[in-house]
């Protein structure tokens, strides 16, 4: 007869183990698992990317409800467990639903921390760690615009990201005097801001919350120094609260997490813990790839499988914001015992600094290039020997590819550190499934399967394994997740079809998303453009938010406008109408561009619109990937020696082609 095996908690962590447990005994339990939430398994760390427009909801979905039928395992989603009897051994959820079990996991993982501060409960103040949390930013920043994101880890600044991607004004507010405090240095963290900045993310530092301003919605923010800053949507990054009142409750071992043993047992060697719910050895782990080690320990013991168990991680941290690359693992900062190595390149904005205690790594920070942070994460977690390395070399594998550092990894290593995939997993995948593509080697193995950054390594490991039987050829070519179809196939579908909306191109052609992803919505506007450019619809809402905005982003938040000037020539009343138009609305910075137009810099995204009809000019596309301007001499109408009207064929030339995109 099978046990009853019962898991409290249907996330990452929890159903990372479960998969675990079912590859090693698939035939001794019955299984049943509890979720407060609406949904089946999703990659929690990929809420940033939706939140950023780089993928959707449905994509971040781990493990559909298929796959809780396939492996027999009863599922209660919406309906959250109350409390533990141990003595009978009986869970009991809100619904009064009763279940013993005899063996139970606790995965309850974390929650957002809320500042406990006046307003807080005011609608429009939301965490950032559900889809329920992704949606209703979402949802806000239709209707709203201006945002405030408290915490500047990096949960703070992803969310920031998001949030201007949907068109808000954002500040990030935080406690200390540099970001990310705990993974970079100051020199790291600088470079950080200033590149958050170009993106138009604002930030007030050193600022302490004491009062969030509203009747029934978020009206704005007041800090410590009397500061009040006006605002429509609060988001609270400033830390998560591991789930333990359920086993505190039970009488469990609750520290800051619920204490485990190297086996993730309790005290109750009945019950397990296992995620963001857990503490182990003094320390409550908050990053995936250490529940997922947590998680295969466990397997093992509930298995009755030999292991050594559990000892702790050393983990990195990597920000996933387009254009922010950062790598920081172990110790930041020197001290007595503690000397560092670094290297800043000001041209190209790279940071590296290894700090060395006893001739081994203790420490990393990369910023801007990342691409030796796999090596030296290995060097840090092997406690490698290096003396035998100069500093150079260190700092630079130089004189070999990295398709070597690959050959010459261990199996142990890890490749994908979002879903603890190492290198020995997705070799021996690719070997026992005959594996030929990374899109099958995401699949099997889900390396490569979250932030996607680690892609490039996994293709390493494929093409090392299969030699000369890997054909680059056969790997995916489809313009993106949607589809596997190629730029060529959709465009050639667009003639051969009559399609004319980039809707109904999806619809026809099977997109997997209905909407779409954020690199195919622009891809399919353009080749439809391209392709019959008298009879396409275009999509507005697809388009880049500087086309949307008919002006240029700045770093502070504020756009450029340049109106069209043909060949450079304009009028006595354009002059004085784009002068009126800069002292009404207070332009800071009236230029002439290198393009030979006037450009006004950092008009507010809300006098937008009024800015362009009180011009009435046509836009000079600054801002998209269209003909700018045609640059032309006065020719034969004023000079001397011209012998064409230079100037009519550049101002023909613009006119003809200013509505020509390009790639």
């Given amino acids: 007869m099978k046990k009853r095996l019962v898991m409290i908690g249907n996330g990452m962590a929890g159903i990372r183990c479960m998969e675990e447990i079912l590859k090693h005994d698939s035939d001794s339990y019955e299984i049943t698992i509890f979720g407060d939430e609406p949904h089946p398994n999703y990659n929690r760390i990929m809420l940033s990317h939706v939140l950023q427009g780089k993928t959707n909801m449905q994509d971040i979905i781990m493990n559909e409800y298929s796959w809780y039928e396939e492996n027999e395992i009863t599922l209660y989603t919406n309906e959250r467990v109350q409390s533990i009897n141990r003595e009978e051994k009986i869970i009991i959820t809100e619904k009064k639903r009763t279940l013993t079990y005899d063996k139970l996991i606790i995965a309850t993982g974390s929650s957002a921390f809320i500042l406990p501060v006046e307003g807080s409960a005011l609608s429009g103040v939301t965490g950032f760690r559900t889809i329920e949390d992704t949606q209703f930013m979402i949802d806000t920043a239709k209707e709203k615009k201006k945002a405030v994101v408290i915490g500047g880890g990096l949960l703070g600044l992803e969310a920031a990201r998001g949030l201007i991607d949907l068109g808000m004004d954002v500040h990030v507010v935080h406690l200390m005097p540099s970001l990310m405090e705990q993974q970079l240095d100051t020199k790291a963290a600088a470079l950080l801001r200033e590149d958050l900045e170009a993106q138009g993310m604002k930030f007030l530092m050193e600022k302490k919350t004491v009062k969030i301003l509203g009747t029934d919605h978020v009206e704005g923010i007041q800090f410590e120094d009397g500061e009040v800053v006006d605002c429509d949507l609060i988001v609270m990054a400033v830390g998560i609260r591991p789930n333990t009142q359920i086993a505190k409750d039970a009488g469990l071992i609750v520290n800051r997490g619920i204490v485990v043993n190297d086996y993730m047992l309790t005290n109750d060697e009945s019950i397990y813990a296992v995620g963001e719910c857990a503490e182990h050895d003094g320390i409550a782990y908050g990053l995936v790839a250490p529940l997922y080690e947590q998680g295969a320990i466990l397997a093992k013991h509930i298995t009755n499988l030999q292991t050594d168990g559990y000892s702790g991680s050393i983990v990195g941290t990597q920000l996933k914001v387009a254009g922010c690359d950062l790598f920081s693992a172990g110790q930041i900062y020197e001290d007595d015992q503690t000397k560092a190595i670094s290297i800043f390149n000001e041209c190209k904005r790279s940071y ?207 756009f450029s406008v340049i109106p069209r000037m043909y060949g450079g020539v304009t009028t006595a009343d354009d002059l004085m109408k784009i002068a009126e138009v800069a002292k009404k609305y207070d332009v800071p910075l009236v230029k002439i561009t290198g393009a030979s137009r006037i450009g006004l810099y950092g008009v507010k995204k809300q006098d937008l619109p009024n800015v362009w009809a009180e011009l009435n000019m046509a836009s000079g596309y600054a801002y998209s990937k269209s003909l700018r301007n045609v640059k032309s001499c006065v020719g034969s109408r004023f000079c001397r020696f011209g012998t064409k009207d230079s100037l009519g064929l550049g101002m023909l030339l613009e006119q003809s082609l200013e509505m020509v995109d390009t790639p």
Wanted: aromatic share 4%; net charge negative; charged share 30%.
């Fill in 352 to 558: 590296k600094k290894v700090l060395i205690r006893d001739n081994k790594v203790v420490g990393i920070v990369l910023y801007g290039d990342t691409a030796d942070g796999t090596r030296l994460f290995s060097m840090l977690k092997k406690e490698e020997d290096i003396q035998e390395y100069t500093p150079a070399s260190i700092l630079h594998k130089a004189g070999e590819e990295c398709e070597l550092d690959v050959a010459t990894m261990s199996a142990d290593d890890t490749i994908c550190g979002c879903n603890g995939v190492t290198k020995g997993t997705i070799v021996h995948a690719i070997l026992e499934q005959e594996l030929k593509t990374f899109e099958e080697v995401k699949g099997c193995t889900k390396a490569a399967g979250s932030c996607g950054k680690c892609r490039p390594l996994v293709e390493q490991v494929l093409s090392h394994t299969l030699g000369d039987a890997f054909d680059a050829s056969a790997q995916s070519t489809g313009m993106c997740g949607c589809t596997p179809l190629s730029r060529d196939e959709v465009v050639a579908a667009i003639h051969e079809k009559g399609l004319k909306s980039p809707k109904e191109v999806r619809n026809v052609l099977g997109f997997v998303h209905e909407d779409g992803c954020s690199k195919c919505r622009p891809a399919l506007n353009y080749y439809l453009r391209m392709a019959i450019p008298e009879e396409y619809e275009d999509d507005k809402a697809s388009r880049f938010v500087n086309e949307r905005m008919n002006g240029n982003i700045q770093h502070d938040g504020t």
